[in-house]
């Protein structure tokens, strides 16, 4: 009888191996765990510059080529091991291929996503096929595709959250028109295909401006018909949709994140030169809500570009012409101040600095990508979070950019 049992046993082994069954769990509670759940940052997605923090370091996508910043040494180097290999540098285009680190420009807007001890890279390998999902070893020497997500457009934001991916396509069409889709897919079981989750169509360039993905919640910030954005959020565990309508009716949403088990919704009122310039007297509020956008409160946080991580929110000052007449500021869970870094005081080469934006979710340092005069030339620097508040706060540059592939 015994041994009946134990044949039974393995077949039944063998048999859900074979079907991909997963008894993997997930957590459902409305708190942030790193192990299942995407970072929920959430900031400039547009630009072609990806980074995402991983055990041992830094990953980020530098036009066709993928990065990795040791922890320890932060030296920046292609990740790949081949013998020989010129990586970026190469000029044959058959050996440019062969590089571990090589991934076509086609993809410059799909993200790269760390999870579960995975690095995992969305690309397509040219301009009208599919998209390719690929998982990575941390260091790169080991690939395996693991799904294939059919072309609907091109990909704009993707989120690896409890099992499920999550991503926003834009296409156009057959009059023309243009379309925004979310679509879900089984992580779990690569094979099913993927659920179209929602459709908005709109003039916009891409309707959605940003998507996080929060505990048991999907939150997109969306343009409407009347060119007036809106929050709509999907409760992940029935599907069903809420929508958060700006709190004052001149007003529209600017940005969401989260902070503190929050949700933080920027707004603020139109105008003319709101594509010009911010500036002092632009009509603006931060609201802090539940995390279903119930309770909202207005605080007197001011116009920026804001992130945060686990600890601390940061808030890059509103761009007037030069944000080096601006600064990185640091506060704390009151919206205290505790510590600010001076763009002045930065030694920042080159031109007219237009773009900064603090980039890590988890661990012990901040990156910061800053953007020179031109959208291929960027550097990177870092601080670290045990400074802050000590007065010796100092930004560590640790990699300088020029992108011989951008177009």
């Known amino acids: 009888m015994k041994r009946h049992c134990c044949i039974i046993l393995s077949i039944f082994i063998l048999f859900t191996s074979l079907t991909g069954c997963s008894r993997t769990s997930y957590p459902t509670d409305d708190v942030y765990h790193p192990e299942t759940d995407s970072a929920y940052y959430s900031g400039p997605n547009f630009f072609p510059y990806k980074l995402v923090e991983g055990d041992a370091g830094y990953y980020f996508k530098a036009g066709n080529t993928l990065l990795f910043a040791d922890k320890t040494t932060m030296e920046v180097l292609p990740l790949c091991s081949l013998p020989g290999c010129l990586h970026n540098q190469e000029t044959d285009e058959a050996k440019r291929e062969l590089c571990q680190a090589y991934f076509p420009a086609n993809s410059l807007l799909t993200p790269i996503v760390y999870y ?140 969401m994140w989260i902070y503190d088990g929050k949700l933080m919704l920027d707004s603020y009122v139109p105008s003319e030169t709101i594509s010009q310039v911010f500036t002092d007297s632009l009509e603006y509020a931060t609201y802090r809500c539940e995390l279903d956008g119930s309770n909202p409160e207005k605080t007197d946080r001011s116009w920026g570009n804001w992130s945060a991580d686990e600890e601390y929110a940061y808030l890059v000052d509103p761009y007037t012409g030069d944000r080096r007449d601006g600064s990185l500021r640091i506060l704390d869970k009151d919206f205290q101040q505790v510590d600010e870094l001076p763009f002045a005081d930065w030694p920042i080469e080159g031109g007219t600095m237009v773009m900064a934006s603090v980039l890590t979710q988890n661990g012990d340092r901040q990156i910061v990508h800053i953007q020179e005069g031109e959208p291929h030339s960027m550097v990177f620097w870092y601080f670290d979070r045990s400074e802050i508040g000590s007065g010796q706060l100092q930004p560590k540059e640790f990699f300088r950019f020029i992108d011989r592939d951008y177009y």
């Open 116 to 255: 579960n001890g995975s690095l995992y890279v969305c690309y397509r390998k040219t301009l009208r096929s599919d998209f390719t999902l690929v998982r990575l070893s941390p260091d790169g020497t080991k690939r395996r595709e693991v799904m294939t997500i059919p072309y609907e457009g091109n990909i704009y934001f993707f989120s690896i959250h409890r099992g499920k991916l999550y991503y926003v396509t834009t296409n156009y069409g057959e009059t023309g028109e243009r379309g925004t889709n979310l679509w879900v897919k089984s992580f779990d079981h690569p094979r099913e295909k993927p659920q179209k989750l929602r459709y908005s169509e709109g003039d916009a360039y891409c309707p959605v401006r940003s998507m996080i993905a929060y505990g048991n919640r999907l939150y997109l910030l969306e343009n409407t018909e009347d060119e007036q954005y809106v929050v709509n959020i999907m409760d992940l565990r029935t599907e069903e949709w809420t929508v958060i309508e700006p709190f004052d009716d001149r007003e529209t949403f600017a940005d």
